[in-house]
């Protein structure tokens, strides 16, 4: 089975990217199916269902939404192994810049939003730098120097990443994303695989549940701003 892990900011056309990308999928014959992680509530898994994808929907609650997807990962490719799927597709919550939900040797996609602003992929981590692939949504309505320069801006945090623009409302572009995701590489498990890069963390008495401000209540790893 081969997996694609999808990462990026809230709001920047995730799932229409990979529900666009699927119908070209599914035109093949291929069986695809999605594993959504989100923090609290979600309703893109309707949006998967209504063109007939398999979907898992994994909230993570109190939990930061990364580790919760790797500590899970193993049964959900576990889980499209019974259903026979032909490319498992994770797509993270996406909610930190800080954010690492990409595997080595997985096929890793970072979807951004091109009304975001010019400098905010310079602001985005691992997700972006560390993708394989980039994808540039809402390019149609900003201007053809927003483009160039945001376009720019992308290079700069991953000289290396193929760029691909979308437009999650007709689907112009996601035919050329659908080829690269049949050259995914296959797995059966991911067991002994690692992060392309840590996970955001820290230990300290916020994580334990203490809610109560002051010097004499941090404890754990702590990190001070300088003033």
């Given at each position: 089975?081969?997996?694609?892990?999808?990462?990026?900011?809230?709001?920047?056309g995730?799932?229409?990217?990979?529900?666009k990308t699927?119908?070209n999928?599914?035109?093949?014959?291929?069986?695809?199916g999605?594993?959504?992680?989100?923090?609290?509530?979600?309703y893109?898994?309707?949006?998967?269902k209504?063109?007939?994808?398999?979907?898992k929907?994994?909230?993570?609650g109190?939990l930061?939404?990364?580790h919760?997807f790797?500590?899970?990962?193993?049964?959900?490719?576990?889980?499209g192994?019974?259903?026979?799927?032909?490319?498992?597709?994770?797509?993270?919550?996406?909610?930190?810049?800080?954010?690492?939900?990409?595997?080595?040797?997985?096929?890793?996609?970072?979807?951004?939003?091109?009304?975001?602003?010019?400098?905010?992929?310079k602001?985005i981590?691992?997700?972006?730098?560390?993708a394989?692939i980039?994808?540039?949504?809402?390019?149609?309505?900003?201007?053809?120097?927003?483009?160039?320069?945001?376009?720019?801006?992308?290079k700069?945090?991953?000289?290396k990443?193929?760029?691909?623009?979308i437009?999650?409302?007709?689907?112009?572009g996601s035919?050329d994303?659908?080829?690269y995701?049949?050259?995914?590489?296959?797995?059966?498990?991911?067991t002994?695989k690692k992060?392309?890069?840590?996970?955001?963390?820290?230990?300290?008495?916020?994580?334990?549940?203490?809610?109560r401000?002051?010097?004499?209540?941090?404890?754990?790893?702590?990190?001070?701003?300088k003033?």
């Open positions: 089975m081969k997996i694609v892990t999808v990462s990026g900011p809230p709001s920047s995730k799932t229409a990217v990979i529900v699927i119908e999928l599914t035109r093949d014959g291929l069986k695809i999605v594993i959504k992680f989100d923090c609290l509530s979600t893109d898994d309707q949006l998967y209504k063109i007939g994808v398999e979907v929907v994994g909230l993570s109190n930061c939404p990364d919760y790797i500590s899970n990962i193993e049964d959900c490719v576990k889980w192994l019974v259903e026979n799927l032909d490319i498992l597709i994770s797509e993270s919550a996406g909610l930190c810049n800080r954010c690492s939900p990409h595997i080595k040797d997985v096929l890793s996609i970072c979807v951004v939003d091109s009304l975001s602003g010019v400098n905010t992929p602001k981590g691992p997700m972006l730098k560390l394989d980039v994808v540039i949504t809402k390019g149609d309505i900003v201007s053809q120097a927003e483009r160039e320069v945001f376009l720019f801006s992308v700069q945090a991953n000289p990443a193929s760029i691909f623009y437009n999650g409302i007709t689907g112009q035919y994303l659908s080829v995701l049949k050259r995914a590489e296959e797995f059966e498990t991911l002994h992060l392309k890069f840590s996970m955001p963390a820290a230990v300290c008495s916020y994580c334990t549940g203490e809610i401000i002051g010097e004499e209540y941090l404890t754990g790893n702590i990190k001070r701003i003033i």
